[in-house]
């Protein structure tokens, strides 16, 4: 029954979380709502590597992909390929699903009584964060440009321009 429970717990995230990804375009992946915000494609591909990262720590799974957004690492603006960090969160929700139906009640309760509802809230954490501002940034209809120090003080507008 844990595993059947965390099973659908874990595909009603996956498909909250994964609408606001698949919605991003080639137009607003690079939208941020501050200057100082990552952008909502390098958010997309900051919840693929960290859902690797969660199936290594309760799973023990090895991180089989390259991590670009971990460990201390800043959106710098470089281009992202778009259908690639979809692709990586798709699997990434599959590769958890996978770990959480391969784990029996028998392996749950080993665990502790209350271990699957804890080891499954980072998870839901990571996933809504993001997703939450994946939406907010989608919603701004907006792009920020990073403007030198001169034209900080200019007209909302200007700084309304495509990265």
């Not at 799974?61 to 990586?88: C, F, H, N, Y």
């Not at 590769?95 to 980072?122: F, G, K, M, N």
Request: aromatic residues 6%.
């Amino acid at each position: 029954m844990t595993t059947e429970l965390l099973t659908n717990l874990w595909r009603i995230n996956q498909l909250s979380a994964a609408g606001p990804i698949q919605k991003l375009t080639t137009e607003t992946y690079r939208n941020r709502l501050t200057p100082d915000t990552a952008s909502a494609g390098f958010i997309a591909l900051h919840t693929a590597e960290s859902m690797h990262g969660f199936a290594k720590i309760l799973f023990g799974r090895a991180v089989v992909i390259e991590t670009q957004t971990t460990k201390g690492v800043s959106d710098d603006g470089r281009p992202l390929d778009l259908a690639l960090v979809q692709q990586m969160v798709n699997d990434a929700f599959a590769l958890i699903t996978d770990h959480i139906r391969q784990t029996t009640d028998e392996q749950w309760a080993e665990v502790s009584h209350d271990a699957p509802i804890r080891l499954y809230s980072p998870l839901r954490y990571s996933r809504d964060n993001p997703s939450g501002t994946t939406i907010n940034v989608l919603s701004s209809s907006r792009s920020v440009n990073f403007l030198p120090k001169k034209e900080a003080n200019c007209p909302k507008p200007c700084r309304q321009n495509q990265i």
